[in-house]
């Protein structure tokens, strides 16, 4: 069983940082992909970024390139999310999940098998 633990959100102003953490359980979580999706309410679940098991290809959603940074750590088991230039319409949920599912897609949620409980992120205008 693989537990995905986030960490790091909490308020902040327009324009301020954050910098989220997924620590996961498991001894194979450098195989893995990760992502970090986010859930606004009233919205469905959307893709923010992700990252290969070797940290060597990082791919982003529209909505947050050149402002968020995803990295990981293969021994804490940790992924982070370098959250900048933050937003009001940043605010959501933010989920880091596994890829487990095989395949070369990043973007759906479809292709993730194991989620954390989330963390809140709110930016004030």
């Known amino acids: 069983q693989v537990q995905l633990v986030e960490s790091g959100g909490g308020l902040v102003q327009a324009g301020g940082s954050l910098r989220l953490s997924c620590a996961a359980s498991?001894?194979?979580?450098?195989?893995?992909?990760m992502g970090w999706f986010r859930q606004a309410p009233g919205k469905e679940r959307e893709f923010v970024a992700a990252?290969?098991?070797?940290?060597?290809?990082?791919i982003y959603g529209d909505s947050v390139k050149g402002r968020f940074t995803v990295s990981r750590d293969n021994v804490k088991r940790t992924v982070y999310l370098q959250m900048n230039s933050l937003k009001p319409e940043d605010t959501a949920v933010y989920y880091c999940?596994?890829?487990?599912?095989?395949?070369?897609?990043?973007?759906?949620?479809?292709?993730?098998?194991?989620w954390g409980q989330g963390t809140q992120v709110t930016v004030s205008s």
């Open positions: 990252i290969s098991g070797s940290g060597g290809t990082t």
């Open positions: 999940a596994r890829r487990g599912i095989p395949t070369t897609q990043y973007m759906n949620v479809r292709y993730y098998d194991y």
């Open positions: 498991g001894r194979t979580f450098s195989t893995y992909a």
